[in-house]
């Protein structure tokens, strides 16, 4: 492996830390230049017991939700612009249902929330014989921005990051992001660093409920990312870290629990998120007969968040994730592959619902890679488990289970 070749990836890989996540990061992180992808992910979670009890943000009656299920359907494709730059652009579709018992009456009922994800257009240049990376990325407001009482009981249960399903279909609105990456090697280290500016749209939903908001009618500020990272080769084998952290701007949080394109909504109060710092270290091993053997680690702390100057106890959190992945070579063009995953979400204490709760789980896949000449298939399943906790009610078991395909072409 030649050090420019652990340069540019890890230039590659910092210049995505920049980036506002997406729901097809995993896909898109294999796609190299002229490429596309298309995959499908079936998922369901089962809630032990009689369910989790959830609180209706709207005065109704409180929900028991016992399960719920989830179909993806992730797209993206990668050209590029001339010599020395790449255009991207990804979007997923999704179609989530979750079953609930009413509180009082035990009436079984059935919440949906289906649509396209918003269209984010990417651009990078590489420069100066890659040391320097430019970014520049757009989001198409082609998803949802409004939600009535239904859709939003379906976000709620969807998007708890316990779970780890994959993004519910909503939009944000017109959004952007200007990122600038300087990469170089020192000591046999490939460096990089990295900060963007992200000017975010006018609907966040899951942003407000994932960070304990007690309305979703959250008109989030912009944000600055920035981004460190180091790579290097230990004998046969290959280390990277990176931390990452992201600084929010004034938030307003507006009168509502079903949110609307309105203008003429009250103010409620000025939110401001505290900042998240994220740590990711990875080491790939030259292990024999294996293909790939990546141990992996990332942890996330959330700062409290305040409202109107005023800090709110109860809403930090740490989210630790890690796992090992490995690829097994049957035959030249076939490959099997595995990663065994696990989570420690300490959630937030500030009310019992499903999308601040804390989590203690892990997941097992399995699947298979084939490549027929410049199309790779991936078959996959998978199947999860945990406990979830909560500040003051009970805690509860859940399984789940994936199965899905994955579908790349480089051209």
Known sequence: MSAMSVHMRLASLAAMATLVASPLAAQDR???????????????????????LQPSLLGGDSLRITRMTQLSVPITAVTPLGGTWTLDATTVYGTGSVTA??????????????????????????????????????????????LDAEQLTALRALAAPAF?????????????????????????????????????????????????????DFRPGNVIHASLGADRLLGRHRVSAAFSA???????LRAGSVADASQDAITLAEVKLGPVFTTDLQLQLAAPRLRELVLWGTNRWRAPFSRDGVRIDG?????????????LPVTRRTDLFTAIDGRWHTGLDLDDALTTAGVAGGALTLGVSQTLGHVTVQPFVRGQAGQLRFTRADGASYTGGAAGLTILTRF
Do not use: C, K
């Open 30 to 52: 294999l796609l190299g230049l002229r490429a596309a992808g298309a995959g499908v992910t079936a998922e369901g979670i089962w809630l032990g017991g009689n369910g989790v």
């Open 101 to 146: 018992e009413g509180a009082r009456d035990a009436r079984r009922t059935t919440s949906t929330i289906s649509g396209l994800s918003d269209v984010r257009l990417r651009a990078t240049g590489r420069l100066f014989d890659e040391a320097l990376l430019l970014t520049a990325g757009a989001n198409l407001p082609t998803g949802r921005t409004e």
């Open 164 to 216: 780890a399903l994959m993004a519910p279909p909503v939009g944000q609105g017109p959004s952007g992001t200007l990122g600038v990456l300087l990469a170089r090697e020192a000591g046999g280290w490939a460096l990089a660093g990295g900060v963007a500016y992200e000017i975010r749209g006018q609907f966040a939903p899951v942003a407000a409920l994932v960070a304990g908001a007690p309305s979703i």
């Open 246 to 252: 992201d600084v929010y701007a004034q938030d307003r």
């Open 315 to 327: 809403s930090s959190g740490n989210y630790l994730d890690g796992g090992l992945r490995a690829s």
